[in-house]
């Protein structure tokens, strides 16, 4: 039987190296029990720091703290409006080690060295040239998945990135502005527009990932390790992003999306 790892241990087995920069996502209900079960409490403070010390002064560390309130026309406040991504994006919001992003969609809490690199964009678009998501291909992060089975890929947000590298070679999603209030990091409001690559209703567009998964572990760019019984993924998006991009330009998106008359 395989010894019990320390939840402050863990970030140590995942790979990563000094100056890496980590996009982190995850389900963590599993991680809690598992913890209780070996008289641990999970401190996801201390679990920030724990990843921190791997990576180094030099690295930097994302966690989503998505909000899709303001495509309903509710504000977004920067200081206020909490993540429906995950707990993590809330805890690391009130940990001040960390900062968050401006996008009132796809925001992130970011800590390290690229954190005022990173709250200083002011990208209109949620996956553009100028984003958080141009950015992790850029340095080459790692987007590291807790808790999730390795052919499932949740929380890969990247691959709509890469889609809107090529908007104009998909039928099945468009770029979509989104006009609502939004309260900044000083308290002032104003009328603002952001927008995101949404799906195409009428042609029915389903994400379905496991291909892409599995294109991704044959090439060795998603690799998974298990520990205490709990799947961890790594993916290196930049490698990814060769991958998907192919998958859309030759083969309709087929890897990852379903959609009618593909």
Known sequence: MTDYISYLDIPRHWGLRRGDAVLLSSYISRILLNCKEHGERFNPNLFFDSILDVIGEEGT??????????CHQTAFDYKKT??????LGDQAL???KFRRTRHPLYSFAVA???QQLLCDMNNVSSFGSDSP?????RVHAKQVMM????DQLWGFTYVHYVEEKVVDKIPYRFLKTFEAPYIDENGETTIRHYSMLVRNLDMEVVNELPPLAEALVMKGILKSNLINGINYGVVDLNASTEVIMQDILENKSRL????KGQ
Do not use: C, H, M
């Open 256 to 259: 990852f999306t379903r959609y």
């Open 61 to 70: 560390l994302l966690i989503p703290t998505y909000s899709w309130d303001f």
């Open 147 to 150: 808790d999730v089975e390795y």
């Open 94 to 96: 009130r940990n001040p």
């Open 133 to 137: 998501f141009a950015y992790l291909e």
């Open 82 to 87: 909490k993540s429906q991504v995950g707990v």
């Open 112 to 114: 390290g060295k690229d």
